[in-house]
């Protein structure tokens, strides 16, 4: 029955990412599909992937947006 499984090589040894139903000392296969590991984005990068639509002047009135009316400060605006 072929399983594939994810798992980390430490120099020395396979361990298997999650657990594997196999029965210790079994004598298996294993064929090796090195896998690039993607470098995590940066908060910027995240930010813009989420692609959130919202008004011109969020950053300038989010307390506004956020907890809803006018704050006493924004009176001079």
Known sequence: MPLTIEAVFDGKV????????????T?????????????????LETA????LDGPPDWTER???YRYGGKWIDDADR
């Open 14 to 25: 396979f361990s298997p990412v999650t657990p594997v139903a196999i029965k210790p000392n």
């Open 27 to 43: 004598r298996v296969r294993i064929s090796v599909d090195a896998q690039d590991e993607q470098a995590p984005m940066s908060f």
């Open 48 to 51: 813009r992937s989420l692609k």
């Open 62 to 64: 989010l307390d506004e």
